[in-house]
């Protein structure tokens, strides 16, 4: 086998007379104000990071999804030639997709919408059909709409198609694994180690589109493995292959390297270079679409979408990983520091905690009235609720810790549903619903409710190839989330009450492993926990 070792990309990037990288389009916000809205950036209350978040490239032009301003916008060339403000049709765009010039987004609440030529037409939902609340990927072609999620063997992809008397669409089979095109699918599977949730191995099963294995790669690294995913072959007929390292440490924290690699029929890595220019609201930034790999890069006002010759990059022999190289790690560190002793604490199973966190979710249904959305100074109602009605869901309230049974009583009343103003205010009086350490503090049986500045007295810090089910990733002053599985693709499953994609409740959600590293998470597990 052959792994990837010595000097910098960056480096050898600079120094090669041929590129493996070709601009499809280059964007400077320092000179154009359209392009500065296409690649603006900012952060919510939480400190969700918004901007360019997905990007296709279809027949000589580049579409770009961003979040901070809910738009679309459409690139030939340099040249901005289209935006597409989703507010304009009532839509929270969450993923993109593009076939015969006609736009396609998935809504945050799983809904698909086609725009053609200024007119949006909303094709049908896959709610009914997910798990989880957002997906890992979204695709149109001539035949399916494809929408995959995360499961904890390799993720799903759901295939529909579009009923030609109601143009909605219709689930006409699952294949399990993520989709490369239409032909080829994958699951990834990570060789753990230890009782933990990743180890220094992983074993990609490639699939047709019936679901049967024609092909597995075995990866290794000198680091743990946080997920891989299969992008194809290349011209000379190697794998493609995006794998995720992690070095971990004992203080809770994470780095994480993403890399491009090929890899031969003798799972030798034959080339290898690094993504850089991490990009926050972006958990994608190297697909492969139309047989073609891309990678979205962004720095300094300036963004570059590039397609990669993988036959090109560097050689595996000659590419060094900036990781540390087996960091000493212990899978658990006692926190001191104004700690709580885990006897003064209640005692909850891992898998009560789970049904806890299930319990606010889709689950929990309620009736909301007018009163209940009568206007209340520093009040803000979450952006689902639209009106009276019966909704689901727990819905997001800065500072709130109501249990089911709390929320439904004051809905019965006049207490207020929710609450997404700025936390300057504080817990507005006659708010209910769950923040995000409200809920984690519910989830884990606390009688009280504790901040993510706080909430570390009741836990452990622990390394992230040492999280398991129930435990939790914070970011001290901002948000915290529920851990419950990794895909081994790169991304882990988390549940939390947030205002992630406009959710503002509880929700079922996957983010990067890499994002949520560089974002400063640290993890932690509750000392009342019982295995």
């Given amino acids: 086998m052959s792994l990837c070792v010595s000097a910098s990309a960056t480096e050898l990037r600079g120094a090669s007379t041929t590129s493996p990288y070709k601009p499809v389009v280059t ?14 950036t900012t952060k919510d209350i939480q400190g969700n990071s918004l901007g360019p978040s997905d990007f296709v490239v279809s027949n000589n032009s580049v579409y770009l999804l961003n979040t901070a301003n ?33 736009v396609y987004v998935l809504d945050n609440n799983l809904s698909v919408s086609r725009i053609s030529n200024g007119h949006e037409q909303a094709i049908g939902s896959v709610q009914n059909d997910m798990y989880f609340d957002n997906a890992i990927d979204f695709s149109v072609t001539s035949k399916y709409v494809y929408v995959s999620e995360p499961t904890s063997d390799g993720g799903k992809t759901l295939c529909y198609l579009t009923d030609p ?39 990609i099963s490639i699939l047709d589109a019936e679901g049967n294995t024609i092909d597995t790669i075995t990866l290794h690294s000198d680091n743990y493995i946080a997920g891989a995913q299969y992008l194809g072959k290349n011209q000379d007929g190697l794998h493609i292959v995006k794998q995720f390292d992690m070095s971990c440490y004992s203080d809770g924290t994470c780095d994480v390297e993403e890399t491009i690699r090929t890899v031969n029929t003798d799972n030798d890595v034959v080339t290898c270079d690094a993504v850089e220019n991490n990009v926050p609201s972006m958990d994608n930034q190297v697909t492969v679409q139309d047989g073609k790999v891309y990678q979205f890069s962004s720095s300094n006002a300036r963004a570059v979408i590039n397609e990669v010759n993988t036959e090109k990059m560097t050689p595996a022999a000659q590419f060094s990983s900036k990781l540390k190289q087996n960091p000493p790690v212990l899978s658990t560190v006692t926190n001191t520091t104004g700690s709580i002793e885990a006897k003064a604490l209640p005692s909850i199973s891992r898998s009560s905690v789970m049904r806890d966190a299930k319990a606010y979710h889709s689950s929990f249904t309620w009736s909301c009235s007018n009163k209940n959305l009568a206007a209340l100074t520093n009040w803000k109602k979450p952006r689902y609720i639209k009106g009276a009605g019966t909704y689901s869901y727990m819905p997001y309230c800065w500072g709130g810790f109501s249990t089911t049974a709390q929320y439904k009583t004051a809905m019965n009343n006049s207490g207020r549903v929710g609450n997404i103003n700025t936390p300057k205010s504080g817990h507005v009086a ?27 007295t009741i836990c452990n810090k622990i390394s992230y190839n040492a999280l398991r089910t129930a435990d939790a ?3 001290s002053g901002s948000h915290i989330v529920l851990f419950d599985y990794s895909d081994a693709a790169g991304n882990y499953t988390l549940y939390e009450a947030t205002t992630l994609n406009q959710y503002d409740r509880v929700a079922h959600t996957s983010r990067s492993v890499k994002n949520l590293s560089s974002g400063g998470y640290v993890a932690l597990s509750y000392k009342g926990i019982t295995n």
């Fill in 165 to 203: 008397s109601s143009g909605k669409l219709v689930l006409d089979r699952t294949v399990n694994g993520y989709m490369v095109d239409e032909n080829t699918f994958y699951r990834s599977k990570l060789i753990t180690e230890n009782g933990e949730n990743a180890g220094h191995s992983c074993v």
């Fill in 430 to 456: 006659n708010t209910y619903g769950l923040d995000c350490s409200g809920y984690v503090s519910r989830c884990w049986l606390q009688p009280t409710k504790y901040g993510t500045a706080t909430i570390g």
């Fill in 27 to 40: 964007l400077s916000s320092s000179s154009v104000s359209e392009v500065k809205n296409a690649l603006r």
């Fill in 70 to 102: 809910n738009a679309v916008y459409k690139y030939q060339g340099n040249e901005q030639t289209a935006a597409i403000s989703l507010d304009d049709y009532d839509i929270v765009g969450t993923a993109l997709s593009v076939r015969n010039n006609d």
């Fill in 473 to 475: 990733l914070n970011k």
